[in-house]
């Protein structure tokens, strides 16, 4: 008897810790909120442009008159129906603006800017971030639920604008596609591009490099 009482206890303690393994060694069923996290929190896309041309002197913060030409001619890109009615607008309107707020070696992107959010509305350019801050920019987009599905425009300086773009492709679903779409530079002397990136409901993102095609003289793709 004492025997088979413990060879039953043995059967039983074997039993359990198998039936322990499994349920300890086994992952978690998927529920719902692992399998399908939602929407992506991005915004619907991202327009990225230098600021018009600016003069030989460095002394001098203030655009060109062809860069002024050029800012007077931004919201052609935009604007739906287009301030010139015989070139169809390319670009959807933008519901926020960013540009680099004003240094002591520059005001071109608010002055850029400043003619295309008068043509919306006097809409407000959100300028407080220095050139170098491009990432605070990049996180507060992506941080704040108001930019999410909207269109963003952002003027920056050419030095700077492939590492701001590099941050925005570091937040697509596929940032390592995303960072290899993007160009290593901006040429010192193209004012005339617009880099684009356009989010999908996963948080996908394409990237392009388009012209602006606003001026005589500008590329033509």
């Not at 060879?7 to 300890?24: C, H, K, N, Q, W």
């Not at 929407?39 to 203030?62: N, S, V, Y």
Request: glycine residues 6%.
């Amino acid at each position: 008897m004492r025997v088979s009482h413990w060879l039953r206890l043995s059967v039983l303690a074997t039993i359990f810790t198998a039936l322990g393994f499994l349920v300890v060694g086994s992952p978690p069923a998927p529920n719902e909120s692992q399998s399908d996290s939602g929407p992506a929190q991005t915004p619907k896309q991202i327009l990225i442009i230098r600021h018009a041309e600016k003069p030989d002197d460095d002394a001098d913060t203030h655009l060109t008159s062809r860069g002024a030409a050029r800012a007077a001619a931004l919201p052609s890109l935009f604007l739906i129906p287009p301030t010139f009615p015989t070139k169809p607008a390319p670009f959807d309107t933008p519901d926020f603006i960013f540009a680099t707020k004003e240094s002591k070696h520059s005001n071109r992107p608010v002055e850029t800017v400043t003619p295309l959010a008068k043509a919306l509305g006097d809409m407000p350019i959100q300028q407080k971030d220095s050139n170098d801050e491009h990432a605070k920019v990049v996180e507060r987009i992506f941080a704040k639920d108001k930019y999410v599905g909207k269109t963003i425009l952002i003027c920056w300086h050419h030095g700077t604008i492939p590492e701001l773009t590099l941050a925005i492709a570091g937040r697509a679903k596929n940032s390592g596609v995303a960072k290899n779409a993007v160009p290593k530079s901006w040429p010192g002397m193209v004012f005339d591009r617009v880099w684009v990136f356009t989010f999908d409901a996963s948080g996908t993102a394409t990237f392009i490099n388009q012209p602006q095609r606003l001026l005589f003289g500008d590329s033509k793709k």
